[in-house]
Protein backbone atom coordinates (compact mmCIF):
# COMPACT_ATOMS: atom_id res chain seq x y z
CA UNK A 1 0.00 0.00 0.00
CA UNK A 2 1.04 3.54 -0.83
CA UNK A 3 1.63 6.26 1.37
CA UNK A 4 -1.06 8.23 -0.87
CA UNK A 5 -3.66 5.41 0.07
CA UNK A 6 -2.11 5.09 3.52
CA UNK A 7 -2.78 9.24 3.87
CA UNK A 8 -6.36 8.70 2.11
CA UNK A 9 -7.16 5.96 4.58
CA UNK A 10 -6.21 8.24 7.42
CA UNK A 11 -8.40 11.04 6.19
CA UNK A 12 -10.69 8.81 5.17
CA UNK A 13 -11.22 7.57 8.79
CA UNK A 14 -10.90 11.03 10.11
CA UNK A 15 -13.75 12.36 8.12
CA UNK A 16 -15.82 8.89 9.68
CA UNK A 17 -15.27 10.02 13.27
CA UNK A 18 -16.08 13.92 12.52
CA UNK A 19 -18.97 12.84 10.65
CA UNK A 20 -19.82 10.14 13.79
CA UNK A 21 -19.49 13.14 16.39
CA UNK A 22 -22.36 15.24 14.57
CA UNK A 23 -24.39 11.86 15.10
CA UNK A 24 -23.58 12.06 18.78
CA UNK A 25 -24.15 15.82 19.17
CA UNK A 26 -26.77 15.50 17.66
CA UNK A 27 -28.26 12.45 19.43
CA UNK A 28 -27.45 14.48 22.59
CA UNK A 29 -29.82 17.47 21.08
CA UNK A 30 -32.50 14.39 20.46
CA UNK A 31 -32.19 13.60 24.20
CA UNK A 32 -33.19 16.56 25.60
CA UNK A 33 -36.07 17.88 23.87
CA UNK A 34 -39.74 16.86 23.83
CA UNK A 35 -39.85 18.22 20.18
CA UNK A 36 -37.53 15.36 19.00
CA UNK A 37 -40.57 13.40 17.38
CA UNK A 38 -40.61 16.08 14.47
CA UNK A 39 -36.91 15.78 13.61
CA UNK A 40 -36.73 13.49 10.68
CA UNK A 41 -33.79 10.72 9.91
CA UNK A 42 -33.58 8.89 13.39
CA UNK A 43 -33.24 5.76 11.35
CA UNK A 44 -29.92 7.03 9.71
CA UNK A 45 -29.14 9.31 12.80
CA UNK A 46 -29.16 5.30 14.62
CA UNK A 47 -27.18 4.16 11.39
CA UNK A 48 -24.50 6.29 11.41
CA UNK A 49 -24.10 6.04 15.68
CA UNK A 50 -23.99 2.00 15.34
CA UNK A 51 -20.92 2.72 13.57
CA UNK A 52 -19.24 2.44 16.65
CA UNK A 53 -19.87 -1.21 17.10
CA UNK A 54 -16.15 -2.15 16.70
CA UNK A 55 -16.65 -5.87 17.06
CA UNK A 56 -19.57 -6.07 14.65
CA UNK A 57 -22.34 -7.13 16.79
CA UNK A 58 -25.46 -5.08 16.02
CA UNK A 59 -24.91 -3.33 20.02
CA UNK A 60 -22.67 -0.63 21.39
CA UNK A 61 -21.43 -1.56 24.48
CA UNK A 62 -19.64 1.25 26.95
CA UNK A 63 -15.83 0.69 25.94
CA UNK A 64 -17.30 0.89 21.95
CA UNK A 65 -18.97 3.86 22.78
CA UNK A 66 -16.29 5.40 24.44
CA UNK A 67 -13.30 4.58 22.38
CA UNK A 68 -15.70 6.05 19.63
CA UNK A 69 -15.93 9.16 21.61
CA UNK A 70 -12.67 9.20 22.62
CA UNK A 71 -11.33 9.33 18.84
CA UNK A 72 -13.90 12.03 17.59
CA UNK A 73 -12.67 14.47 20.25
CA UNK A 74 -9.03 13.81 19.05
CA UNK A 75 -9.97 14.22 15.55
CA UNK A 76 -11.86 17.65 16.34
CA UNK A 77 -8.58 18.81 18.97
CA UNK A 78 -6.87 20.30 16.12
CA UNK A 79 -4.27 21.35 18.02
CA UNK A 80 -3.66 18.16 20.41
CA UNK A 81 -4.31 20.79 23.69
CA UNK A 82 -6.76 18.37 25.11
CA UNK A 83 -9.38 21.19 24.69
CA UNK A 84 -12.10 21.62 21.84
CA UNK A 85 -13.00 25.35 21.47
CA UNK A 86 -15.11 27.02 18.39
CA UNK A 87 -12.31 27.77 16.17
CA UNK A 88 -11.65 24.04 16.11
CA UNK A 89 -15.57 23.56 15.41
CA UNK A 90 -15.17 25.74 12.12
CA UNK A 91 -12.06 24.51 11.33
CA UNK A 92 -14.25 20.91 10.48
CA UNK A 93 -15.94 22.48 7.45
CA UNK A 94 -12.99 21.62 5.55
CA UNK A 95 -13.30 17.55 5.52
CA UNK A 96 -16.62 18.06 5.98
CA UNK A 97 -16.88 20.14 2.50
CA UNK A 98 -14.89 17.17 0.82
CA UNK A 99 -17.14 14.31 2.34
CA UNK A 100 -21.16 16.08 2.33
CA UNK A 101 -20.59 19.43 -0.14
CA UNK A 102 -20.27 22.85 0.62
CA UNK A 103 -24.38 22.94 2.51
CA UNK A 104 -23.02 20.38 5.25
CA UNK A 105 -19.47 22.62 5.34
CA UNK A 106 -21.14 25.59 6.18
CA UNK A 107 -24.18 24.60 8.34
CA UNK A 108 -22.88 21.25 10.22
CA UNK A 109 -20.27 23.69 12.08
CA UNK A 110 -23.04 26.56 12.51
CA UNK A 111 -25.41 23.86 14.36
CA UNK A 112 -21.91 21.77 15.95
CA UNK A 113 -20.84 24.88 17.41
CA UNK A 114 -23.40 25.86 20.29
CA UNK A 115 -24.14 22.50 21.04
CA UNK A 116 -20.27 20.88 21.86
CA UNK A 117 -19.73 24.65 23.31
CA UNK A 118 -22.90 23.87 25.81
CA UNK A 119 -20.43 21.10 27.54
CA UNK A 120 -18.11 23.78 28.87
CA UNK A 121 -19.07 23.38 32.18
CA UNK A 122 -16.21 25.81 33.94
CA UNK A 123 -17.34 28.41 31.28
CA UNK A 124 -13.35 28.93 30.35
CA UNK A 125 -14.34 29.29 26.40
CA UNK A 126 -13.30 25.67 25.90
CA UNK A 127 -14.66 21.80 26.27
CA UNK A 128 -12.13 19.92 28.09
CA UNK A 129 -11.62 16.22 27.40
CA UNK A 130 -13.40 15.24 30.76
CA UNK A 131 -16.54 17.83 30.30
CA UNK A 132 -16.92 16.36 26.91
CA UNK A 133 -16.27 12.91 28.31
CA UNK A 134 -18.75 13.44 31.24
CA UNK A 135 -21.87 14.85 28.78
CA UNK A 136 -21.02 11.99 26.48
CA UNK A 137 -21.28 9.68 29.24
CA UNK A 138 -24.29 10.88 30.50
CA UNK A 139 -26.06 11.05 26.75
CA UNK A 140 -25.04 7.07 26.68
CA UNK A 141 -27.23 6.72 29.84
CA UNK A 142 -30.11 8.50 28.39
CA UNK A 143 -29.86 6.01 25.19
CA UNK A 144 -29.33 2.85 26.81
CA UNK A 145 -33.40 2.47 27.80
CA UNK A 146 -33.15 -0.83 29.51
CA UNK A 147 -30.47 0.24 31.48
CA UNK A 148 -27.95 -3.35 30.38
CA UNK A 149 -25.27 -0.74 29.01
CA UNK A 150 -25.22 -1.87 25.62
CA UNK A 151 -27.21 0.23 22.83
CA UNK A 152 -29.18 -1.26 20.11
CA UNK A 153 -30.14 0.17 17.31
CA UNK A 154 -33.59 -0.30 17.82
CA UNK A 155 -33.28 2.04 21.17
CA UNK A 156 -31.39 4.74 19.03
CA UNK A 157 -34.24 4.68 16.54
CA UNK A 158 -37.44 4.82 19.84
CA UNK A 159 -35.50 7.33 22.04
CA UNK A 160 -37.59 10.53 20.07
CA UNK A 161 -40.63 8.31 20.97
CA UNK A 162 -39.52 7.19 24.68
CA UNK A 163 -39.17 11.19 25.07
CA UNK A 164 -42.45 12.32 24.33
CA UNK A 165 -44.09 9.48 26.31
CA UNK A 166 -41.94 10.60 28.78
CA UNK A 167 -42.82 14.05 29.00
CA UNK A 168 -46.67 13.33 29.13
CA UNK A 169 -46.64 10.94 31.63
Given at each position: ????????????????????????????????????LEIPGARALADLIMRF???????????????????????????RDGKITAVE?????????????????????????????????????????????????????????????????????????????????
Amino acid sequence: MSSVDIAQMNLNRRILRKTLLIALVLAAALAGTVNALEIPGARALADLIMRFDSNGNSTIDTREWQDGVAGSFDDIDGDRDGKITAVEIDDLSGPLEQEAGTVAATLVPKLLSPLIMSMDANKDGAVSRDEFIKKVDEMFARLDANKDAILTRTELIDLPVRMVTAARN
